[in-house]
């Protein structure tokens, strides 16, 4: 029998948010707001790249191959959290092909 259970290392848990928070402050990760769209994107911590954020998703690598916490994603939480900002879960999901 073949089961699918994700690995330890990708599930979505409090220590997981923890730790990819910190890594996203360590690293400096900022989250932006585009003032047309209200679109939101994080900062890319080793490059000028941008990675659109919602509270779901992100088009990050770790967020295109299902893992369910990133750290763009955890800044994006505490960004929404700091100024209780209208930016909690949005409608639809990230679909890259429809930009
Ligand atoms: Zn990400």
């Known amino acids: 029998m073949v089961t699918t259970t994700r690995p330890a290392t990708r599930r979505d848990t ?32 080793g490059s000028l790249d941008l990675y659109r954020v919602r509270w779901y998703d992100c088009e990050c690598a770790a967020g295109r191959s299902g893992d369910p916490v990133c750290k763009h994603r955890a800044a994006f939480r505490e960004h929404c959290r700091e100024d209780d900002r209208p930016c909690r879960p949005d409608a639809g999901r990230f679909r890259p092909h429809l930009r």
């Open 14 to 45: 409090p220590a997981r948010w923890a730790t990819a928070l910190v890594r996203a402050q360590a690293e400096s990760i900022t989250v932006i707001q585009h003032s047309t769209s209200g679109i939101f994107f994080a900062t890319s911590a």
